[in-house]
């Protein structure tokens, strides 16, 4: 007995399917992670799998659900990720030293730019102004490798420097 053939679906570029489905699926991941940068990188994670499988998606009935069903599970690990980090964080705040003092009154502006960035350039200064943690502890604690830590680091000096109006003094990590 033969196979019945389904219906072939016209076989899409991948650039037209691209087009025609970007947006929605960066909303849904909108949506699910609540940051639109990250969604952004989601979507795009999302669709470059779905390139390198363009020949295997392309035969699928709904090429756009596997994307989604990618953005979703992506989203999900991306939330994972963030809970580690948060719980890594609370642990490290449990080990803080009871004679640990809080940020002077006179840092506050310093303190407040710090909050001002990104959440990861403010782990990391926190990190290491506060707590005096070496790049290969800070990478540790927020589960990242060292040269990110530097280069976070870096870009949060410069972005502190000109909000508050300092010259920035290079340091070594």
Same mark, same amino acid.
């Given at each position: 007995?033969?196979?019945?053939?389904?219906?072939?679906?016209?076989?899409?570029?991948?650039? @037209?399917?691209?087009?025609? @489905?970007?947006?929605?699926?960066?909303?849904?991941?909108?949506?699910?992670?609540?940051?639109?940068?990250?969604?952004?990188?989601?979507?795009?994670?999302?669709?470059?799998?779905?390139?390198?499988?363009?020949?295997?998606?392309?035969?699928?009935?709904?090429?756009?659900?596997?994307?989604?069903?990618?953005?979703?599970?992506?989203?999900?690990?991306?939330?994972?990720?963030?809970?580690?980090?948060?719980?890594?964080?609370?642990?490290?705040? #449990?080990?803080?030293?009871?004679?640990?003092?809080?940020?002077?009154?006179?840092?506050?502006?310093?303190?407040?730019?710090?909050?001002?960035?990104?959440?990861?350039?403010?782990?990391?200064?926190?990190?290491?102004?506060?707590?005096?943690?070496?790049?290969?502890?800070?990478?540790?604690?927020?589960?990242?490798?060292?040269?990110?830590?530097?280069?976070?680091?870096?870009?949060?000096?410069?972005?502190?420097? @000109?909000?508050?109006? @300092?010259? #920035?003094?290079?340091?070594?990590?």
């Amino acid at each position: 007995m033969e196979k019945p053939e389904r219906a072939a679906l016209p076989l899409l570029a991948f650039d @037209e399917f691209f087009r025609s @489905e970007y947006r929605r699926v960066v909303g849904l991941a909108v949506v699910l992670c609540g940051r639109p940068a990250v969604a952004e990188e989601l979507a795009q994670e999302a669709f470059v799998s779905a390139y390198r499988h363009w020949p295997r998606v392309v035969g699928y009935d709904d090429p756009g659900a596997w994307v989604r069903r990618v953005v979703v599970n992506l989203a999900t690990s991306a939330l994972r990720r963030r809970s580690r980090e948060a719980r890594a964080v609370a642990r490290l705040a #449990l080990r803080r030293q009871p004679e640990a003092q809080d940020p002077p009154a006179a840092d506050d502006d310093f303190w407040h730019a710090v909050r001002a960035l990104p959440r990861r350039q403010a782990q990391c200064v926190a990190l290491r102004y506060l707590e005096d943690r070496t790049v290969n502890e800070i990478a540790a604690v927020l589960q990242i490798a060292p040269p990110t830590v530097r280069v976070h680091l870096h870009t949060a000096r410069s972005m502190l420097a @000109e909000q508050l109006g @300092e010259e #920035l003094d290079e340091e070594k990590p």
